[in-house]
T-cell receptor, first 113, second 106 residues
């Protein structure tokens, strides 16, 4: 009964370093999402994937890349981290219907120094 | 631009009080979510609704599509209800409000 599993929980990077955030869901959901959450702002969509093999940009995609490796997994990559990418990142998944509930991972707290 | 506005931003209540959190939006939507973010950071979906009213335990969510407004009510509030409550609307991809931070004092 894992739901959405997101790793790592915490990460500290130096400016210019790269890393990949991993996300996997076991609910057979078609749609997966990456959000960032910053103080004083609502969750903002970075990228999403409506189905295996497809990805689309969200509101704040610059500096990120994603891969929908298969139906279960959706990873987020920071190629060259910047302090502006210090944030809490959430992965989420949902069924295909617009009225499907969202399921969130526990978040990754990333600090870029 | 703030397409989703929540009020109040912060709310402190005494245990047992009836609580209302409001969400107004300016775009046409197909559905609206209410989410709860625990102090530890995890986010849980409470409700998803496109019309009328839904109830789960002490939580009630209502939506008025014509007025572009939704409310989340908590009856007989308890300290464990302390969390950030987030409204999100679906015109396409989700648009999130900034959240309402609720603190319930014993």
């Amino acid at each position: 009964n894992a739901g959405v599993t997101q790793t790592p929980k915490f990460q500290v990077l130096k400016t210019g370093q790269s890393m990949t955030l991993q996300c996997a869901q076991d609910m057979n959901h078609n749609s997966m999402y990456w959000y960032r959450q910053d103080p004083g702002m609502g969750l903002r969509l970075i990228y999403y994937s409506a189905s295996e093999g497809t990805t689309d940009k969200g509101e704040v995609p610059n500096g990120y890349n994603v891969s929908r490796l298969n139906k279960r997994e959706f990873s987020l990559r920071l190629e060259s981290a910047a302090p502006s990418q210090t944030s809490v990142y959430f992965c989420a998944s949902s069924g295909s219907s617009y009225n499907s509930p969202l399921h969130f991972g526990n978040g990754t707290r990333l600090t870029v120094t | 631009k703030n397409e989703v506005e929540q009020s109040p931003q912060n709310l402190t209540a005494q245990e047992g009080e009836f609580i209302t959190i409001n969400c107004s939006y300016s775009v046409g939507i197909s559905a609206l979510h209410w989410l709860q973010q625990h102090p530890g950071g995890g986010i849980v979906s409470l409700f998803m609704l496109s019309s009328g009213k839904k109830k789960h335990g002490r939580l009630i969510a209502t939506i008025n599509i014509q007025e572009k407004h939704s409310s989340l009510h908590i009856t007989a509030s308890h300290p464990r209800d302390s969390a950030v409550y987030i409204c999100a609307v679906i015109p396409g991809n989700l648009i999130f409000g900034k959240g309402t931070k609720l603190s319930v004092k014993p």
